[in-house]
């Protein structure tokens, strides 16, 4: 039996909704977000995440990612096997080497879902001045 997760939805396709703190998440957009939520809590993959969202030109070669890590290559192949799983990133190969772009779409679906707007009752966030 294969390990291999079936592909779930394309999650620059999940209907966007409004930030969880003004109302619930509707079932199917949790059930969709989650496993990019669940990818993103490995401070590995989060690392390689902003690596690649940060790169100069939109891509990066997963050579220049490597060696930011005292990790093994399988080690590093299979944490962005996990992003590109989760449909954080995209992958292409190119002779050798393997390209990773962010997929800025789904990024900005879970910022939205974040997003916290203060409220006249919230206190102030501990890092304000």
Request: aromatic share 4%.
């Amino acid at each position: 039996m294969s390990k291999q997760a079936a592909p779930g939805p394309d999650l620059a396709t999940v209907p966007c909704c409004a930030p969880l703190t003004s109302r619930r998440v509707p079932t199917e957009t949790a059930r969709a977000l989650a496993p990019a939520f669940k990818a993103l809590g490995d401070p590995v993959r989060l690392q390689l995440l902003s690596m690649i969202a940060s790169a100069e030109g939109g891509e990066i070669c997963v050579c220049d990612l490597t060696p930011a890590f005292d990790l093994t290559g399988p080690t590093i192949s299979h944490h962005l096997k996990v992003l590109r799983d989760a449909g954080l990133v995209d992958a292409e190969r190119r002779g050798t080497w393997v390209w990773y772009r962010a997929r800025p779409a789904v990024l900005g679906r879970l910022a939205a879902l974040l997003a916290v707007a203060p409220t006249a009752h919230s206190p102030a966030p501990a890092d304000a001045p």
